[in-house]
Nanobody, 111 residues
Framework: VDLVESGGGLVQPGGSLRLSCVASGFAFSQYAMTWYRQAPGKGRELIASITRAADYAHYADSVKGRFTISRDNAANTVYLQMDRVKPEDTAVYYC?????WGRGTQVTVSS
């Protein structure tokens, strides 16, 4: 199993960023996928998850209405669209499924 995140970087407050996580080594379409994040000095926080058929998504209150999780089962990829970002969104963002973690991608929100 391999999960590879990309799309992180530096973004200004109020801006947008799209993260991707490409999965391999398992039947991607059969598993729910989740995005977590870990800010400096804090624990890992679940921010969004999506069912295998993309018929239901769950969001943490801290990102609800600003972030959107989606997936493309044909491309073995899960996405996190981040809009109206805030400095408190600064963190390493991780892709997760069934006990497996990606390496993470850094998102920094700063002017």
């Amino acid at each position: 199993v391999d999960l590879v995140e990309s799309g992180g970087g530096l973004v200004q407050p109020g801006g947008s960023l799209r993260l991707s996580c490409v999965a391999s080594g398992f039947a991607f379409s059969q598993y729910a996928m989740t995005w977590y994040r870990q800010a400096p000095g804090k624990g890992r926080e679940l921010i969004a998850s999506i069912t295998r058929a993309a018929d239901y998504a769950h969001y943490a209150d801290s990102v609800k209405g600003r972030f959107t999780i989606s997936r493309d089962n044909a491309a073995n990829t899960v996405y996190l669209q981040m809009d109206r970002v805030k400095p408190e969104d600064t963190a390493v963002y991780y892709c997760f499924t069934e006990g497996y973690w990606g390496r993470g991608t850094q998102v920094t929100v700063s002017s």
